[in-house]
């Protein structure tokens, strides 16, 4: 148990839709990032949140965008839904002071 | 630029044998983590072990071990007397912090099967 909770567990969606994925923090965890794993593949950064700011992203167009609120927990929103953002969604947070990265066990988003 | 290879795909093994997952990591940072995650169906990653780059002290827990090399840049993990639990994908992962962003460069993982 690493006190990372993401809901919902399986999204199915069709193209060009929006969907907005949550994720609760582990308590104490002012920074959250979240991970976009296609299938066979290792998990993608998508961004950082700290202090409700982005402060850090990866190679993700800007369709895919995030929050986080005051009680650090965060979201994950994508618009305009493609094929190949069928994946694995993993949500993880730490401390500042923190190397290790706790992981949430993810949303598997399927866009049909 | 940072980079993780694990060029084992799948291994399968039998139960009991010995197994070690290879792990090969390219960066510029002095300063920088190593860890490796094992996947199991469910998908969570689950933390198995953590290596600061002045550590290379290796390790022995249990069933596992660990051997880190700057030299080789290489961090590979040994699992001995492999049981079908052990049946899972392992991902070795290098921290990366850039002006306030931390974050992992995963590799592409390596699909391990214990068959009974």
């Known amino acids: 148990e690493t006190g990372v909770t993401q809901s919902p567990t399986h999204l199915i969606k069709t193209r060009g839709q929006q969907v907005t994925l949550r994720c609760s923090s582990q308590?104490?965890?002012?920074?959250v990032s979240w991970y976009q794993q296609a299938l066979g593949q290792g998990p993608q950064f998508i961004f950082q949140?700290?202090?409700?700011?982005?402060?850090g992203r990866g190679n993700f167009p800007p369709r895919f965008s995030g929050l986080q609120f005051p009680n650090y927990s965060s979201e994950l929103n994508v618009n305009a839904l493609e094929l190949d953002d069928s994946a694995l969604y993993l949500c993880?947070?730490?401390?500042?002071?923190?190397?290790?990265?706790?992981f949430g066990s993810g949303t598997q988003l399927s866009v049909l | 630029a940072q980079k993780v290879t694990q060029a084992q795909t799948e291994i399968s093994v039998v139960e009991k044998e010995d197994v070690t997952l290879d792990c090969v990591y390219e960066t510029r940072d002095t300063t920088y983590y190593l860890f490796w995650y094992k996947q199991p169906p469910s998908g969570e990653l689950v933390f198995l072990i953590r290596r600061n780059s002045f550590d290379e002290q290796n390790e022995i827990s249990g069933r596992y071990s660990w051997n880190f090399q700057k030299s080789t840049s290489s961090f590979n993990f040994t699992i001995t007397a492999s049981q079908v639990v052990d049946s899972a994908v392992y991902f070795c992962?290098?921290?990366?912090?850039?002006?306030?962003?931390?974050?992992?460069?995963f590799g592409t993982g390596t699909r391990l099967k214990v068959l009974a």
């Open positions: 949140y700290y202090r409700e700011e982005e402060n």
């Open positions: 993880a947070s730490r401390t500042g002071q923190n190397e290790k990265l706790f």
């Open positions: 308590s104490g965890h002012n920074t």
């Open positions: 992962a290098l921290s990366e912090n850039t002006s306030g962003t931390y974050k992992y460069i």
